[in-house]
T-cell receptor, first 109, second 114 residues
């Protein structure tokens, strides 16, 4: 079955805040990564959490709670260019990635 | 440009053809990966190579055959594929060995099997 669960789609207006939740299975878990993929493009790395807490990178932040097997990606001050698919990915100690199905974020004017 | 280059970008092949996908990275990474991305599905990990040694084969059909001649190059040899194998095939590399989680992806090869 699917190891990582995330919503399939989120729609929001420019300037808004969006939170994408991700739950994962604990077996082999080392850390949680987030990737962005625009249509026709390659996935690109956004953020990584190995420890509980919040990691902030500009308008994007990522959070992890190992006790809850849960994390989220927070997109602030949404811009049209943020329309893309966002994937959470579970990493093992070697950096091998297992991806969720992705969340399509649609930003409207 | 991520530093990972895949060729060709697009490929159409018949079910009886044999073709190969190529991936190249000059980032000094030790781990390379093949992923399959189908519409509305998660990226599926197919093969993992660490230091040129295959460390994982996720129950991939034998019609897909990987080759890693050195740490900078990775191939995926294709033969007698099925229409359901049509997908985006992505190559990625990372430092491996717990040296960082970031993976760098190529632009992918859009494969259509007819």
């Amino acid at each position: 079955g699917q190891s990582l669960e995330q919503p399939s789609e989120v729609t929001a207006v420019e300037g808004a805040i969006v939170q994408i939740n991700c739950t994962y299975q604990t077996s082999g878990f080392y850390g949680l990564s987030w990737y962005q993929q625009h249509d026709g493009g390659a996935p690109t790395f956004l953020s990584y959490n190995a420890l509980d807490g919040l990691e902030e990178t500009g308008r994007f932040s990522s959070f992890l709670s190992r006790s809850d097997s849960y994390g989220y990606l927070l997109l602030q001050e949404l811009q049209m260019k943020d329309s893309a698919s966002y994937f959470c990915a579970q990493t093992d100690s070697w950096g091998k990635l297992q991806f969720g199905a992705g969340t399509q974020v649609v930003v409207t004017p | 440009e991520t530093g990972v280059t895949q060729t060709p970008r697009h490929l159409v092949m018949g079910m009886t053809n044999k073709k190969s996908l190529k991936c190249e990275q000059h980032l000094g990474h030790n781990a390379m990966y093949w992923y399959k991305q189908s519409a509305k599905k998660p990226l599926e990990l197919m093969f993992v190579y660490n230091f040129k040694e295959q460390t994982e084969n996720n129950s991939v059909p034998s019609r897909f055959s990987p080759e890693c001649p050195n740490s900078s190059h990775l191939f995926l040899h294709l033969h007698t594929l099925q229409p359901e194998d049509s997908a985006l095939y992505l190559c990625a590399s990372s430092q491996g060995e717990d040296r960082g989680p970031e993976a760098f992806f190529g632009q992918g090869t859009r494969l259509t099997v007819v």
